[in-house]
């Protein structure tokens, strides 16, 4: 009897490592605040006013989804109770009826038909790139009964905000076929039609539902800085009958990474990081410093520049990201400080030359251990000092300071005096002996 049991174990082992397992669900593990900030959102983006309006049997947290058919973990809305998700596919018609109300955006979508049991999440979202994009899988009891039979639930992604190219976007539903303007829905993505795009999940053991979409991206352009609105929601259309559901995978909605960078004094190595790097699979950088020639450009994700000069520089970074390429530009200022204490001099002996490391220092520190902006010298040697400015930039400059030998001009003066006594002495004595001759 007990191998007869180890026997059964092994083979249910064997089972579960071949056909997979169950996907699961959790309706109280997050607060809708934290499904969106903790499981949905990643990049730097500042999210405000979520607010969820259905039935909390309706939204949650799923977790080990099948790579072959979902994700691995994220939310989920439903028309019915969430727990339904999970496999195997046992049944054609599982539902849930809440008898909540509808939605009358999603009304307007589907004239001449009622909607009920709605699921809606929306929150206001400041993106710091100029794209907005996440990963779902639209997933139905109603495949493929009632494909192209009037109706069927609905469900939609609608952004508002400002449109880059003008206006504004007004409920724009970005839940699209890729590449066209149809929005996805079962009739339009199903065995048949776009049919690409589609997954027939009969006896599937992951996920209860009939039918469900490839995983699918939602993304529209937007400016960054501005506050958009986005409202992820899904009904029941006519009756209650044969749940809907939406996977919305987990760090998926990505507002773009954000750009720091550390060091921007002349003369230092200037690094640059970016957020949510971890998620980034390829990149490009453009430091904007053309001068450095092929050092202006890395493919690190965590590079460091040195500058050609000081100023104003304009870097611009390509990440990419799930296969869809995101451009930041931003403009940095590398400090350009400089002291000048001029040419080197040369001074008299015993005359004193004031050295002028200039105004604007925080801190001046002098190769003779002095510490004030002026310094006066009689000494001849070569002066150093290191400003430090309010930025933490440093500053060097050094002067060679040269003193004449003015004994050794005295001794020229005075020999040269006395050969000017001689010379005159003699001419003198000369001038006196021709007179003499004259006289005679």
Known sequence: MLKKLQIFLLISLFATSIFGQELKVDKSKYTTEQLIKEVLITGSVIITNIKYTGSSSAIGYFYEGDPAVCFDNG????TGDITNASGPNDSDYTKTEFNTAGDNDIQKLVPGHYTSDAAVLEFDFK?????VRFEYIFASEEYPEYVNQGFNDVFAFFLTGKNPEGGMYTNLNIALVPGTEIPVTIDNVNSKKNKEFFTDNKDGINIEYDGLTKPLIAQAVVVPGETYHIKIAICDVGDSDYDSGVFLKATSFYGGSSLSYYNTCFGDETKFELTNSEFIEKVYWDFGDPDSGKDNNSTEKSPTHKYTKGGEFE????TTINGIEDTIVEKITINGRKVFLGDDVTI???ENYTL???????????????????????????????????????????INITVKDTCICCLLALIFGILMTIVSLILFLICRSKAKKIEN
């Open 75 to 78: 939310i989920i809305l439903a």
């Open 127 to 131: 993106p710091s790139s100029d794209t």
């Open 315 to 318: 870097v611009v970074v390509i």
């Open 348 to 350: 008299k002996e015993g």
């Open 356 to 398: 002028d490391a200039g105004p604007g220092g925080v801190s001046y520190l002098w190769s003779n251990g002095e510490t004030t902006q002026t310094i006066t010298v009689n000494q001849p040697g070569n002066y150093l000092v290191e400003v430090t400015f309010a930025d933490d930039c440093k500053a060097k400059d050094d």
